[in-house]
């Protein structure tokens, strides 16, 4: 299949300074991503969506092509990622005049990700008759929320353990994979969903510096994804 993958990072974050470039473990954030990416075969042509020069520098660096920059109205804080993979596979489409089949995006801050992890996604959707494919990871605790009013309201009516509970499954930036008729303005995962269950350690996503400390500790620790088994489908949403 001819395949298009997209590591998106704009530049302008606030939490952490230039987050996507940031130094972690002696490399930045976006070589993970990118170089996890690069060492899949399943992959025809891997870019970065930007608007940043740096950024671009750095991707390119390690292997991403920046063919274009991106707009700056898809660069906003509330801009989501739909209409930045909508644009991406748009341009490049018309850049290479061809029709790609599958469209993959890979979060630049998700440095834990394996490129067996994205591999796993790509055969797992183009064998299946899915419209896309999204990397969880099991988030099964007691959970509480707090209404309008201020009370403190049980998700779990029933306090049993974890290993007793039904699995509820937190979507995470490791990787997705679409195939090309369900990638629109406004939707990318279509109407028959795969959930591919990554451990809790390649989920992390970089959100803030304790983040960037704690993915510093896996990596120098050599630790990176020490024991876990390969990523599994373990669910099926249809509308």
């Known amino acids: ?71 700056a109205e898809l660069c906003s804080d509330s801009a989501t990622l739909i209409p930045v993979a909508h644009h991406a596979l748009r341009a490049m489409e018309e850049l290479d005049g061809c029709r790609y089949d599958l469209l993959v995006t890979v979060q630049p801050t998700c440095p834990l990700v394996r490129p067996e992890t994205i591999s796993s996604g790509i055969r797992s959707l183009a064998e299946s008759d899915a419209d896309a494919l999204i990397a969880v990871y099991n988030a099964t605790h007691l959970y509480w929320r707090v209404d309008g ?27 997705a994979v679409t195939r090309r008729e369900h990638v629109t303005p406004t939707d990318r995962l279509g109407r ?23 993915a510093e500790l896996l990596i120098l620790g050599q630790r990176l994804m020490a024991g876990d088994g390969p990523p599994e489908i373990v669910g099926v949403r249809e509308i």
């Open 192 to 214: 028959k969903l795969l959930l591919m269950a990554v451990s809790e350690t390649e989920a992390l996503d970089i959100d803030d510096y304790a983040d960037m400390h704690v």
């Open 1 to 71: 299949m001819n395949t298009l993958a997209v590591v998106p990072a704009r530049g302008g974050s606030k939490a952490v300074l230039q987050k996507n470039i940031a130094p972690l473990a002696g490399r930045p954030l976006i070589s993970y991503a990118v170089s996890a990416a690069r060492q899949c075969p399943e992959i025809t042509r891997l870019i970065c969506s930007t608007d940043d020069d740096q950024i671009a520098e750095v991707a390119q660096e390690y292997g991403a092509e920046v063919p274009f920059r991106r707009p």
């Open 149 to 175: 009013e201020g009370h403190a309201i049980s998700l779990n009516p029933k306090r049993v353990n974890r290993q007793d509970m039904e699995p509820i499954y937190r979507e995470t930036g490791v990787v």
